[in-house]
């Protein structure tokens, strides 16, 4: 029954590495998001996506970029990993209904950057 | 800068009393507010909402209460049980004029533990 799928539940990475975070939903939904959650913090959104091949930056984009290139397919990547990226990193997507009938969320990846 | 802001950061509630988790919005913009709930291992999962046409919306135990002038709202937990023991966190939605995308701002999170 599992909906929105993060490739990876735990993730080390070296500083400087790329690193690709892949999430896939199987909901035929419009939107995608990836949040990054830390303590303190709350869920703060990197980026979005409305559809495919379309891209907007959320609050806190620097460092990463985004692909989708299927409607199905969010990825997240980070250009140079940084100790500063070490974090839970959340997927979600929602039908384009302004959210209304919820986000359903990834079960997340943690990510370690060493 | 945070648009939501969320109090406590941390609550301890009997079984059987009463949680309040606390949320107060900057962003008139603001016109949608849910309630998302988060246990270990888990993303986060809809809980309950609200529209700003409303003061009150009550789902079983929860209910969301909204003060538009003071631009609050808040979560009220009856009769809590030891499942309940969560991260809740509110959020915001800030329609975008792309015509179907909206995006969630979220608060801080409130952790809850319901001791027996």
């Known amino acids: 029954d599992v909906k929105v799928t993060q490739s990876s539940r735990y993730l080390v990475k070296r500083t400087g590495e790329k690193v690709f975070l892949e999430c896939v939903q199987d909901?035929?939904?419009?939107?995608m998001f990836w949040y990054r959650q830390d303590p303190g913090l709350g869920l703060r959104l990197i980026y979005f996506?409305?559809?495919?091949?379309?891209?907007e930056k959320g609050d806190i984009p620097e460092g990463y970029s985004v692909s989708r290139e299927k409607k199905e397919r969010f990825s997240l990547i980070l250009e140079s990993a940084s100790t500063n990226q070490t974090s839970m990193y959340l997927c979600?997507?929602?039908?384009?209904?302004?959210?209304?009938?919820?986000?359903?969320f990834g079960s997340g990846t943690r990510l370690t950057v060493v | 800068q945070q648009q939501v802001k969320q109090s406590p950061q941390s609550l301890i509630v009997q079984k059987g009393g009463i949680s309040i988790i606390n949320c107060a919005y900057e962003?008139?913009?603001?016109?949608?507010f849910p309630w998302y709930q988060q246990f270990p291992g888990k993303g986060p999962a809809l809980l309950i909402a609200?529209?700003?046409?409303?003061s009150e919306k009550k789902e079983g135990r929860f209910t969301i209460s909204f003060n538009k002038s003071a631009k609050q709202f808040s979560l009220h937990i009856m009769d809590s049980q030891p499942g309940d023991s969560a991260t809740y966190f509110c959020?915001?939605?800030?329609?975008?004029?792309?015509?179907?995308?909206?995006?969630?701002?979220f608060g801080t999170g409130t952790r809850l533990q319901v001791t027996l």
């Open positions: 979600a997507s929602s039908f384009g209904d302004r959210g209304l009938r919820g986000y359903t």
């Open positions: 609200i529209r700003p046409d409303v």
């Open positions: 962003n008139t913009a603001f016109d949608y």
């Open positions: 959020a915001a939605t800030d329609f975008i004029n792309t015509g179907t995308a909206s995006k969630l701002t």
């Open positions: 909901m035929d939904h419009e939107n």
């Open positions: 996506s409305y559809d495919v091949k379309m891209k």
